[in-house]
């Protein structure tokens, strides 16, 4: 099924032609209209140079009228093999249609509401026969089912027209029109953005993401650099400052030949407040005692400290290097 970017936003145009793979632009004058377009035919020109295929509008009230309109653009300087020229279905249409085809050019005829209408742009030659699908369904009418006989009567009679699903205004119609095998459709910019989206998606490639870098990305290489340290003979109050610093719930203790002597948290500070009051913020460091802290060697992988952190209940584990503390490893650092 062809993909089209149904527009005349340039900016979502040219971001989404940036894809690679659409077919094409179909846009309308009422779409130009409300983007405020002055020079019609200057905004032509300038989505031709930007897009595969363009379709655009040929207008009258002949089929005389419509060919002229038709000509009259290419002679602004539009490749008749990568233009289509869109003529609303009327018997005069289907007639300019068969002229404009029988020049080469391609034709789309569209507001096509019946199975009649439809043969009739078949019969003609169009290269696209254009059903309105969301316009059809406000009317109340079942446009769905029409797309589906349009595709039957198209491939039953092994003509070359293309039926085109337009008017998509939901991401159902898009699973509407791949269910009825249909052969062309075309999506607004802000649809068609969200048609890879995928809850289901989305939490597979966080979990590839997250286990990819669990196992390839070193404990050295999460840690954000900071170490905060603080010596046997630190306040207890200046120590509760530099966690403040830090934004840590620790720091690490180390004697005057920087070795470890423990990790004090924001836990023991709310346990020695209770206990002692105050006045134990008058205190030493090393004034208290530690048990070993949890630690992992700075060349460990995430996957090793992530078995830790399950292994212990903690939420922050000492990073040493050669036995000497070089930060600190929060479990938030494992995402």
Not at 41 to 65: C, F, N, W, Y
Not at 224 to 239: F, H, K, Y
Request: with cysteine; net charge negative; hydrophobic share 45%.
């Amino acid at each position: 099924m062809e993909l089209y970017l149904d527009s005349a936003d340039l900016k979502e145009i040219k971001t989404a032609f940036q894809l690679g793979f659409l077919e094409g632009l179909t846009t309308t004058p009422t779409f130009m209209h409300r983007e405020g377009v002055t020079d019609l035919d200057s905004m032509i020109v300038e989505l031709s140079k930007i897009v595969p295929i363009l379709q655009i509008e040929a207008l009258g009230d002949t089929a005389e009228d419509v060919v002229a309109d038709a000509e009259r653009q290419l002679a602004l300087g539009l490749d008749p093999a990568k233009t289509v020229f869109k003529i609303p279905v009327s018997l005069e249409g289907v007639r300019a249609c068969k002229m404009l085809r029988d020049r080469g050019m391609m034709v789309n005829v569209h507001l096509v509401y019946t199975i009649q209408q439809a043969y009739m742009a078949m019969c003609a030659g169009a290269t696209y026969i254009c059903v309105l699908a969301g316009r059809m369904q406000d009317q109340g009418y079942d446009a769905i089912k029409l797309i589906g006989d349009c595709v039957t009567m198209v491939d039953s009679y092994g003509a070359d027209s293309k039926v085109m699903f337009s008017s998509v205004r939901n991401v159902e119609h898009v699973r509407d029109a791949i269910n009825l095998g249909c052969h062309t459709i075309t999506v607004p910019w802000k649809l068609m953005k969200i048609l890879t989206e995928n809850n289901f998606t989305t939490i597979g490639t966080q979990q590839f993401i997250e286990h990819t870098r669990l196992i390839t990305v070193k404990v050295s290489e999460a840690i954000n650099g900071q170490n905060p340290l603080v010596t046997a003979d630190t306040l207890l109050a200046d120590a509760i400052v530099k966690m403040t610093e830090f934004g840590f719930g620790c720091v690490t203790v180390v004697s005057a030949d920087g070795k470890v002597k423990g990790v004090f948290t924001d836990g023991d500070l709310r346990r020695k407040l209770s206990g002692e009051g105050r006045d134990v913020l008058s205190k030493k460091m090393g004034d208290f005692e530690y048990n070993m802290p949890v630690s992992i060697d700075a060349d460990a992988l995430l996957d090793a400290a992530a078995a830790l952190f399950k292994k212990t209940s903690v939420d922050t584990i000492l990073v040493t290097d050669g036995g000497k503390p070089i930060g600190m490893l929060d479990i938030q650092d494992l995402k």
